[in-house]
């Protein structure tokens, strides 16, 4: 593990009533260089074209994607990931988000927060999530 994972969790154990199995942690505590990803969408990084999809699960497997992506090319791995801020246009898309994030942090155990807001910059946005990753050093 890259960092420290300070009181780790899953949160299929801290949201039984909901079908969700992600990786999380109470706080990291992470030395090296940091990476701040800007809020990542469900558009293409090379040309910022919207995906098309108006499902939510296909719209965070592009954001999260995206944001593997950004960590590669910045020299990190997704171990790497310490932070995520979720934010979502419906509450009722929360459990097929998190299920799609959970793929790609399974393991990783970042802390995370969520907000549901009124819109996001396109309206056919559901999701858009930001992140921050730290190379140890």
């Not at 990476?35 to 990084?45: A, D, E, V």
């Not at 793929?103 to 999530?129: C, D, F, M, N, Q």
Request: hydrophobic share 35%; aromatic share 6%.
């Amino acid at each position: 593990m890259a960092h420290k994972r300070h009181r780790k969790f899953n949160t299929k154990d801290t949201y039984p009533e909901q079908k969700l199995d992600n990786d999380l942690a109470q706080a990291v505590v992470a030395r090296g260089t940091t990476i701040f990803l800007r809020g990542q969408c469900p558009q293409n990084l090379d040309d910022s074209k919207d995906i098309g999809s108006h499902d939510p699960v296909e719209q965070t497997h592009k954001v999260m994607q995206n944001i593997q992506q950004l960590i590669e090319e910045c020299g990190g791995k997704m171990e790497h990931l310490c932070k995520v801020v979720v934010y979502l246009t419906d509450v009722r898309h929360r459990e097929a988000v998190y299920r799609t994030m959970g793929e790609y942090i399974k393991g990783v155990h970042p802390v995370s927060t969520g907000v549901v807001v009124t819109a996001l910059a396109r309206p056919s946005w559901l999701v858009e999530i930001d992140a921050t990753a730290v190379i140890p050093d």
